[in-house]
């Protein structure tokens, strides 16, 4: 198993975040980052032991449904930048370089540029929220992230009135990424929101799971999250935000867009034009469950959708 519980972490193992970012800042500076010698250090984050974060645990914004196993996400993941099977990307992921990491911020802002994500990370509070997540393919899990809200970040670029829109992209390195050689998707994977369902409070940057750093296979280092969408819209390994005055394409609107619309809510009355999406199986249960109307997030999110017809914009 990749998380270790609790009673399997050495006292050694355990950094509080301003250490890490400050090891880390150091092997920055001592040029150490990328090169293979790193790699060789025992006790470090790039030698695949993940780093346990400091966060708070924000329980308002966290369901009181018990997190699904741990050992479930971190080993059955859509990724398919690393293959269209479930069990490929636990596996091919290990060797992609999530450090040194940058973010590239464009379009329609008044602060624009290429972002080292150690400098994003040092201005944002790590909390901890228990989200369900949702798969278009029908199952869903419980897990606990560890993030800060994506609109406190967007804020800081002070986006124009022309920003109606924010698009993400997934990071396409053939070299690390064997998935890329089949086109599948149209690469590098791409996702969008509205920019009132980027800023909302709920709407989250991940950067860790049940208190460590995000696995790779999960979107290291840095996926977004959107607890009332299907999980496709959650971008995995982002470099780049653009704020855009035009509605996005996402890379699964472009593969099919009967199938997989921009807006991409969790509605148990728009069925997949090849399934029905009124149940799904939680990762551990045996019987189905009801699935619920923006993914049981109804009561925060529903008012960004009044008014709009939900079968036509699904
Ligand atoms: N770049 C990228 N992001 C992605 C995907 C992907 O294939 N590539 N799959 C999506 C899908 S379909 C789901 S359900 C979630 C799965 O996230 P998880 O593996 O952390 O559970 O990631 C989403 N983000
Ligand atoms: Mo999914």
New binding site residues.
């Given amino acids: 198993m990749l998380i270790k519980t609790p009673a399997d972490i050495k006292a050694s193992e355990i950094t509080d975040r301003s250490v890490y970012l400050q090891r880390r800042q150091f092997l920055h500076t001592a040029g150490l980052l990328g090169a293979g010698l790193a790699v060789s250090l025992p006790g470090l984050a790039l030698a695949g032991v993940r780093q346990k974060l400091a966060f708070s645990k924000n329980r308002a914004f966290s369901t009181s449904e018990e997190p699904t196993e741990p050992g479930k996400?971190t080993a059955?993941?859509?990724?398919?930048?690393?293959g269209t099977d479930k069990y490929s990307?636990a596996k091919l992921a290990q060797k992609l370089t999530t450090r040194p990491w940058s973010v590239t911020i464009a379009g329609e802002a008044e602060k624009t540029g290429v972002f080292d994500l150690e400098d994003i990370l040092r201005k944002q509070p790590l909390e901890e929220r228990i989200y369900r997540?949702?798969?278009?393919?029908g199952w869903s899990?419980v897990?606990p992230w560890v993030g800060f809200p994506l609109g406190d970040l967007l804020k800081t670029f002070s986006p124009t009135s022309k920003a109606k829109y924010v698009e993400f992209t997934?990071?396409a390195r053939p070299s690390e990424m064997p998935?890329l050689s089949r086109r599948v998707?149209d690469w590098?994977?791409v996702?969008g929101l509205r920019i009132d369902e980027a800023m909302h409070p709920l709407t989250l940057l991940a950067v860790g799971?049940y208190g460590e750093e995000?696995p790779n296979?999960?979107?290291a280092p840095l996926?977004?999250v959107v607890p009332w969408t299907?999980?496709?819209?959650?971008?995995?390994?982002?470099v780049k935000i653009r704020f855009t005055e035009q509605q996005p394409l996402s890379?699964?609107s472009r593969a099919n867009s009967r199938e997989y619309g921009f807006y991409s809510n969790v509605n148990p009355e728009v069925a997949h034009p090849r399934w029905s999406q009124k149940r799904e199986r939680r990762i551990g249960e045996f019987l189905k469950r009801r699935t619920l109307m923006f993914n049981g997030y109804a009561e925060q999110v529903a008012s960004l959708y009044s008014g709009m017809d939900l079968k036509k914009y699904f």
Avoid: A, D, H
């Avoid at 997540?133 to 393919?137: H, M």
């Avoid at 299907?230 to 982002?238: E, L």
């Fill in positions: 996400i059955y993941n859509n990724f398919y930048e690393f990307p997540l949702r798969c278009v393919e899990m897990i997934t990071l998935g998707l590098p994977y996702e799971l995000l296979q999960n979107g996926r977004l299907y999980g496709f819209k959650s971008i995995k390994s982002i890379s699964w």
